[in-house]
């Protein structure tokens, strides 16, 4: 039975590009070490956002590029296939909506060390570890 359900599994869910796996894997290193880097305290100033500007645009774009990726490879519609690959895009997207928020209040304020930043990283994690799955 366990079989049959990997089985399942095999046949339905769409196989993700390369493209897309390594662009989500540069995005959530990239997002990790933003996190990380917040954590210390080193995004606590607005003025700090200049030097991390380009990082956030350059995750954002290998967000977009696996999005794109893995919305080409959607399947039929109404398949199976494409219904997952439609719920891995709003997975992709809440990432993207993650970073944005996080870009736009450093941009505004500068981000608080241990001010809950962590949760882009999750957002990213999720469209990530199910693509490797």
Do not use: W
Request: aromatic share 6%; net charge negative; proline share 4%.
């Amino acid at each position: 039975m366990a079989l049959l359900a990997l089985a399942g599994c095999a046949v339905f869910e769409p196989r993700y590009s390369e493209t897309a796996l390594t662009s989500m894997e540069s995005a959530y290193s990239e997002v990790s070490t933003l996190v990380a880097a917040t954590d210390l305290g080193q995004f606590g100033d607005p003025s700090s956002y200049d030097g991390a500007a380009d990082r956030y645009a350059g995750t954002i774009g290998q967000i977009a590029l696996a999005r794109q990726s893995v919305a080409v490879g959607g399947g039929k519609p109404g398949s199976p296939a494409s219904k997952a690959s439609e719920l891995m895009l709003e997975q992709i997207d809440a990432c993207t909506e993650a970073v944005t928020l996080m870009a736009n209040q450093h941009r505004q304020g500068g981000l608080t060390a241990g001010a809950g930043y962590g949760s882009a990283r999750i957002a990213c994690a999720i469209p990530l570890t199910n693509m490797q799955n």
